[in-house]
């Protein structure tokens, strides 16, 4: 069956020495699966390739909010409402940002706002969270930033009402 093929080189792995990965093709067991390759998180800006609908979701952004864009994953074009203090991500069903993917932990990192500064704070995923290509425990986020969960890429905008009002500061 095809449970049992081989996996490409770009195809994500079961974790090497994980028990109960004897090949069986049942899987009872919901685990995070790791990244096969290191050139699996090579970092590659996107540039500014917005759509128009994106460009104006992003013009539309009230003071102390940001967007988050799936660039690419199986989610790619997926927009989500940073609005709260604090936004949750992973697989986790009850999840804010809902990822559900094996390379995303259950619960995988969090999006905290103190007044329009977002930060994020991995929570001990097993892939960890990446900002610009760089594996972040903790990171303040930049308008354009790109963050990466898992398999998933997203780039990071603020309100243009915040980014006016942090350039008159």
Do not use: C, W
């Not at 303040?140 to 006016?164: C, H, I, M, Q, Y």
Request: aromatic letters at 6%; hydrophobic letters at 35%.
């Amino acid at each position: 069956m095809s449970d049992n093929r081989r996996p490409e080189p770009d195809e994500i792995r079961r974790v090497p020495g994980v028990e109960g990965d004897g090949g069986s093709s049942e899987r009872g067991t919901d685990t995070t699966q790791t990244f096969g390759h290191d050139s699996d998180l090579s970092f590659v800006p996107f540039g500014s390739e917005l759509s128009e609908a994106e460009l104006e979701a992003i013009g539309a952004l009230p003071t102390g909010a940001a967007l988050l864009i799936v660039r690419s994953g199986p989610t790619a074009g997926a927009r989500y409402l940073l609005d709260t203090d604090v936004t949750t991500v992973g697989r986790h069903p009850e999840a804010d940002i809902f990822f559900d993917d094996v390379t995303v932990s259950r619960r995988h990192a969090e999006i905290t706002r103190d007044g329009v500064t977002f930060e994020l704070v991995d929570q001990r995923s097993l892939n960890g969270t990446y900002v610009n290509g760089e594996r972040a425990d903790r990171s303040t986020l930049r308008n354009g930033a790109e963050v990466r969960v898992g398999k998933f890429r997203l780039n990071f905008f603020v309100s243009p009402a915040d980014l006016a009002q942090a350039a008159d500061d």
